[in-house]
């Protein structure tokens, strides 16, 4: 079982992950509940203080070479960015772990923070093989998400990554709307402990459907809503420039 928490830029996605990763409360009753990450890969540089949590940081070489050629890697995109020399294209990708099977993927519950397309493509990847890959979207305004997105670079940060960081928040709105009327849509502004309580009484409630053989038809409706997004905005590529 896979959990996708959809966001967009600076919308909290990774602090809930790493709050339910830490947060033991569901296991304790259903301990197909235990939390684990699906390991992302990315060739961008790493940001004052980053540490290995979320990202394992490669070069572009050891990217192609140990990713990018594997079946392994379950979805794959590139952006490409201003920065203080110019430009530059940055690759992302998520990976099944080493030693862990289908059968490890379908018995406990995995967790990816992700954009729009990523939950699309890790559908397809995985699609008539998993049991369920379960979207749970955050949405928050663009006001909040822009300061969010100015707090985490330095005090010395450039124009130009000044000028991505506004880039990036305008064009998200335009890539995925994330105000929508959907059971597992919470608003992020506030990333506390009632976020996490709300967001962890849904999984318990969709894991709960989803032994009872109900959660299909829901998983579906939302995977047309993301399609139709993105083919809107002709975004559908996985690139954005």
């Known amino acids: 079982m896979i959990y996708c928490i959809l966001g967009n830029s600076a919308s909290g996605k990774d602090t809930l992950m790493n709050n339910l990763l830490k947060d033991e409360e569901l296991s304790k009753y259903y301990p197909r509940l235990k939390f684990k990450k699906l390991p992302m890969v990315t060739t961008r540089p790493r940001r004052n203080g980053e540490d290995d949590n979320v990202y394992t940081f490669v070069s572009y070489e050891e990217f192609f070479e140990n990713y990018y050629h594997t079946d392994r890697l379950i979805e794959h995109r590139c952006y490409d960015v201003a920065t203080e020399d110019g430009g530059d294209t940055w690759y992302y990708g998520t990976y099944i772990p080493e030693n862990t099977t289908l059968e490890d993927l379908n018995e406990q519950s995995f967790l990816i923070a992700c954009s729009a397309s990523q939950y699309l493509a890790c559908c397809k990847y995985f699609k008539d093989t998993l049991d369920i890959i379960y979207p749970i ?45 959907y059971p597992g849509c919470f608003s992020s502004e506030c990333l506390g402990a009632e976020l996490l309580e709300n967001v962890q009484e849904h999984i318990k409630t969709v894991f709960l459907h989803y032994r009872s053989g109900d959660i299909k038809s829901t998983n579906e409706v939302l995977m047309d809503y993301i399609k139709k997004e993105l083919d809107k905005n002709k975004l559908n590529n996985m690139r954005r420039i």
């Open 137 to 181: 979207v955050l949405h928050c305004r663009d006001t909040i998400r822009l300061r969010r997105y100015i707090n985490r670079l330095s005090d010395d940060a450039s124009r130009s990554e000044i000028e991505e960081a506004v880039r990036r928040i305008v064009h998200d709105k335009d890539y995925f709307n994330t105000d929508i009327n």
